[in-house]
């Protein structure tokens, strides 16, 4: 089955220093991933996507991911994190439709920046 | 582009009373999904329709909860009668075309309180 995982639920991290957020799934063919943001009191903004070609993928606002596919990975990364970027981020991989709709969520990461 | 807009943002009711939340989608978009958001629960699936035709409903709760999508620019999710733990925000998305690569577009979203 179809399923995404987000290990960790809430991450903290200082202000000006790198963040990586883990994303892993399971799929049987190859995966079209989505990075998802929640900023407080919003709906829940693209970050970025990967459907093929070149693994390390640029998005808005400075974030980047990786797709690992050995490591079933879609690993989202900042060199240097904002106070701006405190939100819920949200990993997604596409899906056939049915129950699932065509986009199957994890769980969430809380991220909180320390000044 | 207005965006997936919804409507109220902010919904205070009584156990017992109807709540109708209300979706407009982008314009051109075939698909509308309805999410519920909890703290407990996570984000769900709750309802998606394609060219107004509910495609699967599956995520729904309970027969207290309904959805229409009476034309292409409009959607309601209807609870009858509320309770308290229906407490939640309820996001509406809309996608321009079925599968793997389409993104989703989400609203703001509605905060619902059920006393």
């Known amino acids: 089955a179809q399923s995404v995982t987000q290990p960790d639920i809430h991450i903290t991290v200082s202000e000006g220093a790198s963040l990586e957020l883990r994303c892993n799934y399971s799929?049987?063919?190859?995966?079209?991933l989505f990075w998802y943001v929640q900023s407080p009191g919003q709906g829940l903004q693209l970050l970025l996507k990967?459907?093929?070609?070149?693994?390390l993928v640029q998005g808005i606002k400075g974030f980047e991911a990786e797709f690992k596919r050995s490591q079933s990975s879609f690993n989202l990364r900042k060199p240097s994190v904002h106070w701006s970027d405190a939100a819920e981020y949200f990993c997604?991989?596409?899906?056939?439709?049915?129950?699932?709709?065509?986009?199957?969520f994890g769980k969430g990461t809380k991220l909180s920046v320390k000044p | 582009d207005a965006g997936v807009i919804q409507s109220p943002r902010h919904e205070v009711t009584e156990m017992g009373q109807e709540v109708t939340l209300r979706c407009k989608p982008i314009?051109?978009?075939?698909?509308l999904f309805w999410y519920r958001q909890t703290m407990m629960r996570g984000l769900e699936l709750l309802i998606y329709?394609?060219?107004?035709?509910?495609?699967?409903d599956s995520g729904m709760p309970e027969d207290r909860f309904s959805a229409k999508m009476p034309n292409a620019s409009f959607s309601t999710l209807k609870i009858q009668p509320s309770e308290p733990r229906d407490s939640a925000v309820y996001f509406c998305?809309?996608?321009?075309?079925?599968?793997?690569?389409?993104?989703?577009?989400f609203g703001p979203g509605t905060r619902l309180t059920v006393l």
């Open positions: 998305a809309s996608s321009p075309g079925q599968g793997q690569r389409n993104e989703q577009f």
């Open positions: 799929y049987g063919a190859t995966p079209y």
């Open positions: 990967y459907f093929s070609g070149d693994t």
């Open positions: 997604a991989v596409g899906a056939y439709g049915g129950s699932q709709g065509n986009l199957i």
């Open positions: 314009s051109g978009h075939d698909y």
């Open positions: 329709f394609n060219n107004n035709v509910p495609i699967d």
